[in-house]
Nanobody, 119 residues
């Protein structure tokens, strides 16, 4: 089992940048596909970015070219660099870890960190 703790959220003006961190404990993240999701008020949780165990990345269309996901397995940490932030990026951002074990998908979530983009 892995525990996830997000940090780095806050209030930022449009056009600004933030870097979110997701610190893991319990297991090394090298065996997990790691992702960032977000949930805005009144909306469903959506995928923002994912990075595989091999380092391949995938992004939601709405953040392509602005956000970058990365992982440091040695530090057991995943990052989300967010640039050119827009008001519509305002949401609670959640870190996710998942892996398939004997055909069963096991998924873990952090508690979330609030990102507010506003002037």
């Amino acid at each position: 089992q892995v525990q996830l703790v997000e940090s780095g959220g806050g209030l930022v003006q449009p056009g600004g940048s933030l870097r979110l961190s997701c610190a893991a404990s319990g297991r090394n993240i090298s065996i997990y596909v790691m992702g960032w999701y977000r949930q805005a008020p009144g909306k469903q949780r959506e995928l923002v970015a994912v990075i595989t165990t091999g380092g391949r990345t995938n992004y939601a269309d709405s953040v392509k070219g602005r956000f970058t996901i990365s992982r440091e397995n040695a530090n057991n940490t995943v990052y989300l660099q967010m640039n050119s932030l827009k008001p519509e990026d305002t949401a609670v951002y959640y870190c996710n870890a998942r892996r398939s074990v004997a055909g069963t998908l096991r998924t873990y979530w952090g508690q979330g960190t609030q990102v507010t983009v506003s002037s």
